[in-house]
Each structure stands twice: as structure tokens, then as C-alpha cells.
């Protein structure tokens, strides 16, 4: 059982270590959802996301308990930093199972904190498997990445931070993979003040969280299916399972397309960079999961660790979900003029083209005719519908892809 001098002794472990960074209050999210909300950005904590604070607070005090000698952990990359970092702070060796798929800013920057990287199976509890197997063949302990008390402690440590700088706070919006985070959260928070609401997200691809909660017992998912590397597994701990029905008021997921959307918002307005799971809090809030008009609500926005060349692929996919990219396709026919006609249409209403593709092999083209394929950039979808209907009012059939 967790207690409140558990985290205020992990958050003492901590204090000269990890970066203390106040909430900040966003003025656009607010706007949009009716609440004041405020933004906890364990994006900018060292490593990259609040792992840290769990790692370092375990290793720390089994390496003050004398008998530590090598540290082996399973990760998709966050837990892996902050194990890392915490294991070459204490002068022990680490060794670090990563999924193939892990992507590759994380995978360096593990190494380059000092950890051996071993690449394994292609999601976390495959890479689980492997370190456990490690951990037998070596000796070494294995640093869980969420079920493990200590681990929980440290990543509860964020709720003191929240209510220190917001102690009215009314919801807390968490991202939850195997549940450390959510668990030490709501565990710490609930302790100071039992009237907080703690919500906790997953992406609907990985939602064994979501499904235990709701149906009382541990649950796993046979494959999981995200963006959100970060949270993506399919069997979360019995502990924190066990502390989640405890302290946790309610449990919703958000599709990879309301990820999205929040990850290019946080760019655009916040000039944050944040990873999908990192997002996940934040996209439940502008997606209207639960109510929050008129509340204080707090976003945890977990993590920063995103691959650079995925960045492009999460922008282009919020662009098109939030209606500022539009593809669609017309009949026209195939004359010198037609192109120059329908751009013509296009600059007058201020739409951007930006892909243009002609198909003239349809078997329900007449010989004179093309069907064009086009891809736009507009502000919103309000401007997308509005050239719809101009074009429609110009004579084009127009559909969109």
C-alpha cells in the first residue's frame, strides 16, 4: 500500500535531480473546452518524460541498500532513458530490452545514456520476455517499468508537483499504458485531496486498462495497435491495476486520429513537441470524453520522445483530421484550359493545391475526358466545405477521397 510519505520521500530522492517545471495555463484550450486547463509538461523533464522520475527513485534506493550491483529493464524507450540515466548516476551497469519497433531517437538516446541496448520482439512484452531472460542468465535486477511500487512512488511525485501549483485542481487527465503513472498519480493525489477526479486515457488500439476497469478484473488484449508507442501494451501490472480501481474515477480511450489532432494543436499553439501517448490526456479533453466545463483540469502530457521522421507523418495526419487537408476527385474534360479553369476556381476561393493526379483509363470515361485528383490546403473545414459548393456551383461533380 502506497502512502503519502512514500512520495514525499521519492519526490526528496528527486529534488536536485529532475526538472521542475510549473503547469502552465493554456488560454486555446480553454477556449475550446469550457475549462481552465492547464498543461503538465513532462516533455521537457530530463530524458524526456516523467519515467525518470520512477527509475531513478528504485534504483536509488536499492542502490542506497547496498547490495545493487547491474539493473536490466524492458521499454519502448521512455522507461529505458530514465533507467539509463539513473543506473550511470549510481556507477551500476544497465542493460536495456528494446522493441524493434522502437523508434530510433529513442533507441540512441538510451545508449547515450550509458545503457547496453538489446533489440527484441516487436512490441513491449516481447521485449518483457527477452529481459527477464536476461535477468536470469546474469543475475541482475530487473527495474519494472509500472508494476513496482517504488516505480509508482516516483512517478507520483508529478501529483504533488500539480498540487502544489494548482491545490483547487478538480480533474487530473493522465495517459495510462501498464498504469505506473496513473496509479502513482492518483494513488499521491487522492491521499491529499479525495474529492479529485483522476481520468485516465488509452488509445483505443491498447486498451486493457480501459477494459480491467471496467470489468473489475485484470484484463490483457491479445494485440495492440497505435501511434502510442509509449502506452502501447497489451498486459498492465496487477499492482497498478489493483491501485486504478482504488483511486480512479474513470477510464476512456482517444482513436490515433484524436492523437493526432492534439499533437499538431500542442505544435501549433503551444509550440510543444509531444509524443503520441503524451498527447493522449489532451486529446481526451478536446474530444469531450468527459465533461470539464467550468472545472480546473490538468493534462499530463507525458512525454516528448518522438522520432523526427514521424513527426511529418502525425502533422500530415492531423492536417487531414482536423479538415486542413481535403482530397478530392471530379470528372473534367481532357482539353488544353480545364487545369488552368478549376485552379482558377481554387485560387479565387484561397485554397492551396498541393497534389494533382490525372486518371484517364476509367471505363466510364468518355474518350474527350479525365478524372482529376487533387489534394488542398485550406484553414478549416468550415473554408473546405465552402469551396466544395463553390466548385459544385461551377458545374463539377465533386467527391471527396
Known amino acids: 500500500m502506497l502512502e503519502l510519505k512514500d512520495f514525499e520521500a521519492a519526490a526528496d530522492r528527486l529534488k536536485n535531480v529532475i526538472?521542475?517545471?510549473?503547469?502552465?495555463t493554456s488560454c486555446t484550450f480553454s477556449a475550446m473546452t469550457g475549462a481552465e486547463v492547464y498543461l503538465k509538461y513532462e516533455n521537457q523533464q530530463k530524458t524526456g518524460s516523467f519515467k525518470v522520475r520512477g527509475a531513478y527513485n528504485k534504483i536509488m534506493k536499492r542502490f542506497a541498500e547496498g547490495d545493487l550491483h547491474a539493473v536490466v529493464a524492458s521499454s519502448a524507450g521512455n522507461h529505458a532513458q530514465g533507467v539509463a540515466f539513473a543506473a550511470t548516476a549510481a556507477g551500476v551497469k544497465s542493460t536495456i530490452v528494446m522493441p524493434r519497433s522502437a523508434p530510433i531517437a529513442k533507441v540512441s538516446a538510451t545508449q547515450g545514456y550509458g545503457a547496453e541496448v538489446?533489440?527484441?520482439g516487436n512490441i513491449y512484452d516481447e521485449a518483457y520476455a527477452k529481459a527477464c531472460e536476461i535477468c536470469e542468465e546474469t543475475g541482475a535486477e530487473f527495474i519494472h517499468p509500472f508494476d513496482d511500487e517504488d516505480v509508482m512512488a516516483g512517478q507520483g511525485t508529478i501529483a504533488l508537483e500539480i498540487l502544489r501549483d494548482l491545490p483547487g485542481v478538480d480533474m487530473i487527465f493522465?495517459?495510462?499504458?501498464g498504469g505506473g503513472l496513473i496509479s502513482g498519480v492518483a494513488a499521491c493525489a487522492k491521499q491529499i485531496n479525495p474529492r479529485i477526479q483522476i481520468i485516465g486515457v488509452q488509445a483505443e488500439g491498447a486498451d486493457a486498462i480501459v477494459r480491467s476497469f471496467r470489468s473489475g478484473k485484470h484484463c490483457?488484449?491479445?494485440?495492440?495497435?497505435?501511434?502510442?508507442?509509449?502506452?502501447?501494451v497489451m498486459n498492465p501490472g496487477e499492482k497498478t491495476v489493483a491501485l486504478i480501481q482504488e483511486n480512479v474515477d474513470e477510464m476512456v480511450t482517444v482513436s490515433d486520429d484524436e492523437i493526432a489532432s492534439a499533437i499538431l494543436l500542442l505544435l501549433e499553439r503551444e509550440k510543444q513537441v509531444v509524443e503520441p501517448a503524451g498527447a493522449c490526456s489532451l486529446a481526451a479533453v478536446l474530444n469531450h470524453k468527459i465533461d470539464v466545463a467550468d472545472k480546473r483540469v490538468v493534462c499530463v502530457l507525458s512525454g516528448?520522445?518522438?522520432d523526427v521522421s514521424f513527426i511529418h507523418k502525425v502533422v500530415e495526419k492531423g492536417l487531414v483530421t482536423r479538415g486542413r487537408n481535403m482530397k478530392f476527385k471530379t470528372p473534367m474534360l481532357d482539353v488544353p484550359g480545364s487545369l488552368e479553369k478549376i485552379a482558377g476556381i481554387l485560387h479565387e476561393v484561397n485554397a492551396n493545391i498541393i497534389e494533382v493526379r490525372y486518371d484517364r483509363i476509367s471505363a466510364d470515361l468518355n474518350l474527350n475526358e479525365t478524372i482529376i485528383h487533387?489534394?488542398?490546403?485550406v484553414s478549416s473545414k468550415e473554408h473546405g466545405e465552402a469551396m466544395i459548393r463553390e466548385l459544385r456551383a461551377n458545374g463539377y461533380d465533386v467527391t471527396l477521397e
Open 220 to 232: 490483457s488484449t491479445d494485440t495492440v495497435n497505435t501511434i502510442a508507442d509509449g502506452i502501447a
Open 174 to 177: 493522465v495517459p495510462a499504458g
Open 304 to 306: 516528448g520522445n518522438i
Open 19 to 24: 526538472h521542475n517545471i510549473p503547469l502552465s
Open 374 to 377: 487533387m489534394g488542398v490546403e
Open 118 to 120: 538489446v533489440l527484441a
